[in-house]
């Protein structure tokens, strides 16, 4: 249980282009998720919160026009990285948390993760 | 700032003997606890987690210690097998953030469990 998706798993993309990343929770409403990014050998770096129905909280040095996140429910959220540009290219990770039941609340159950590649 | 530490970046543990994995935090204010293990490419998969108001839990192989007053926590891991090679990362929730589950992430430690 507890199970977080993501897709695409892996996506290639010009230099310019808009990329959409999804994340479901598939077993569990979760009110908040999380984007992540995380470089080769290096910690998990926290992007953004995303809440259901209201705006994201970007954590200091994200740009929110570049990474733009939609919540619109509570098994959904979407980052769309624009205008990406090779610098972009990273791992994606999300995460969300259950709003309650049996799985509690404070534990964040990750997605699979997105690689992306700007070409 | 890194207010989340693991110090040893790589772990290597012969099958069958015990891990230790330890992490050590700085903001006192950091109330809930987690551990972490990520695949290359993958996303981290929860494995146990720990509240403030105790000092230990154990699930199965793997029991967090945590000991508020020296800040610091630590993943057992008994017995270790070759499955259990990979990143664990410890991760700590400070409530005042506002979103109660927000985590500050350590930097990792790689274990490797050989033969």
């Known amino acids: 249980g507890a199970v977080v998706s993501q897709h695409p798993s892996r996506v290639i993309c010009k230099s310019g282009t808009s990329v959409k990343i999804e994340c479901r929770s598939l077993?569990?409403?979760?009110?908040?998720m999380f984007w992540y990014r995380q470089f080769p050998k290096q910690s998990l770096m926290l992007m953004a919160t995303?809440?259901?129905?209201?705006?994201?909280t970007y954590e200091q040095g994200v740009e929110k026009d570049k990474f733009l996140i939609n919540h619109a429910s509570l098994t959904l959220s979407t980052l769309t990285v624009t205008s990406a540009h090779p610098e972009d290219s990273s791992f994606y990770i999300c995460?969300?948390?259950?709003?309650?039941?049996?799985w509690g609340t404070g534990t964040q159950y990750f997605g699979p993760g997105t690689r992306l590649l700007v070409l | 700032d890194q207010q989340v530490k693991q110090n040893s970046p790589s772990l290597s543990v012969q099958e069958g003997r015990i891990s230790i994995l330890n992490c050590d935090y700085t903001?006192?204010?950091?109330?809930?606890f987690l551990w972490y293990k990520k695949y290359p490419a993958e996303g981290p998969t929860f494995l146990i987690s720990?509240?403030?108001?105790?000092d230990k839990n154990e699930d199965g192989r793997f029991t967090v210690f945590l000991n508020k007053s020296a800040k610091h926590l630590s993943l057992h891991i008994v017995p270790s097998q070759p499955g259990d090679s990979a990143v664990y990362f410890c991760?700590?929730?400070?409530?005042?953030?506002?979103?109660?589950?927000?985590?500050?992430f350590g930097t990792g430690t790689r274990l490797q469990v050989t033969l």
């Open positions: 995303s809440n259901e129905g209201s705006k994201a």
């Open positions: 077993d569990f409403q979760a009110t908040t």
């Open positions: 991760a700590a929730s400070d409530p005042r953030t506002g979103t109660a589950s927000k985590l500050t």
């Open positions: 995460s969300a948390t259950p709003s309650g039941g049996h």
């Open positions: 903001n006192s204010m950091f109330d809930y």
């Open positions: 720990i509240s403030s108001i105790k």
